[in-house]
């Protein structure tokens, strides 16, 4: 077990295969996470890129495990913050399960680092994303406060 975890479940009013989409999928990702989009191949042993509005990289790593609307397994190390870079690589899943109408997202972000400086950051950050991720798949809006990159970071 990992020195450092965050684990974080919701239950979303959606598809499997809505959910899969707007978790990688650009045009999804822009509207509930900061105005942000991943690039990848989406398959075992492709990088992957969590894009910043202004251009630059927020987080990369490696897609290390992918079954398409159930699994993905991401090694991910943030790339602007110097602090947080230094820390290296922590490991990110998503695991999708339906259950009736529903889908349970359980989102399991760790690293092999006791008080990882990352993994206290995502645990304020996670929260936010997935509510607004619940908001649009449900809704079709995204929370306000998730639509756009926050100034000065």
């Not at 894009?51 to 992918?66: K, N, Q, T």
């Not at 602007?80 to 695991?95: A, D, V």
């Not at 092999?112 to 304020?124: E, F, M, Q, Y």
Request: proline share 5%; glycine share 8%; with cysteine.
């Amino acid at each position: 077990m990992a020195d450092s975890r965050f684990v974080y479940v919701t239950y979303i009013r959606t598809t499997p295969q809505k959910l899969w989409q707007a978790l990688i999928e650009p045009e999804f990702t822009r509207q509930y996470w900061c105005a942000t989009w991943l690039e990848s191949e989406w398959k075992v042993g492709a990088s992957w890129k969590l894009m910043i509005p202004d251009g630059r990289v927020g987080d990369a790593g490696e897609v290390l495990e992918i079954e398409p609307g159930r699994r993905l397994v991401l090694s991910w190390q943030n790339q602007f913050m110097p602090e947080l870079r230094e820390e290296g690589f922590s490991r990110m899943t998503y695991e999708l399960e339906e259950q009736g109408e529903v889908v349970k997202l359980t989102v399991i972000h760790e690293m092999d680092r006791p008080d990882s400086k990352l993994i206290t950051g995502v645990s304020s950050g996670w929260p936010n994303i997935l509510a607004s991720l619940k908001s649009l798949l449900e809704t079709g809006e995204s929370l306000e406060a998730t639509r756009h990159w926050p100034e000065g970071i």
